[in-house]
Nanobody, 119 residues
């Protein structure tokens, strides 16, 4: 059974930092792309960042470029999101996502972790 367990969310003041972690279990995800999405109250879920299976390629939403860094440790089946210079508009539930497409899309979601940035 595949499980994605996020951790590291919390309450932080604007300008502060948090590091999110997502530990995947149930299979090896070294050939999956991994990423983070977020959903603020009343808004749709949006892409934040992703990293290729090898770690060689990373992608970021324009709103977080220069402030967030995604990384992964395939030996631990874990993806990280280092968030710096946080802003109130970063407040959302952050979801871990792992995916690959071999013919069909094979993806999994975590339960989410709350990040709240106070002004």
């Amino acid at each position: 059974q595949v499980q994605l367990e996020e951790s590291g969310g919390g309450l932080v003041q604007a300008g502060g930092s948090l590091r999110l972690s997502c530990a995947a279990s149930g299979r090896t995800f070294s050939t999956y792309n991994m990423g983070w999405f977020r959903q603020a109250p009343g808004k749709e879920r949006e892409f934040v960042a992703s990293i290729s299976w090898s770690g060689d390629n990373t992608y970021y939403a324009d709103s977080v470029k220069g402030r967030f860094t995604i990384s992964r440790d395939n030996a631990k089946n874990t993806v990280y999101l280092q968030m710096s210079n946080l802003k109130p508009e970063d407040t959302a539930v952050y979801y871990c996502n792992v995916r690959r497409r071999i013919g069909v899309l094979d993806q999994y979601w975590g339960q989410g972790t709350q990040v709240t940035v106070s002004s």
